[in-house]
């Protein structure tokens, strides 16, 4: 299943770091988020894009995890020429991840 089919993202930036977070839509499935959406998962689902470590930040008050991705973003908004230098596209790009529902 993809991830988009659970939860929703919201992303920003601050220089060459990209921020994504991902929010449950239901309450229940916060379990196989925090299950199957980890900081080395999302490293390795991004590959050499990301250049830095990859935190993750949990709010399970919200239902929700906040990814710090260090060197992520071309150099940053005033360094690259890359279309997204926002990286506003990477949190779409992280829903589309597989992920495994099974308990």
Known sequence: MKLHALAHSRTGDKGNTCNISVIAY?????????REVTPERV???FGPQV???VTRYLLPQLHAMNFVLEGALGGGVTRSLALDAHGKCLGAVLLDMEIDTAA
């Open 43 to 45: 490293a390795a689902y």
């Open 51 to 53: 250049k830095g470590k």
């Open 26 to 34: 239901d309450a229940g499935d916060w379990p196989i988020l925090l």
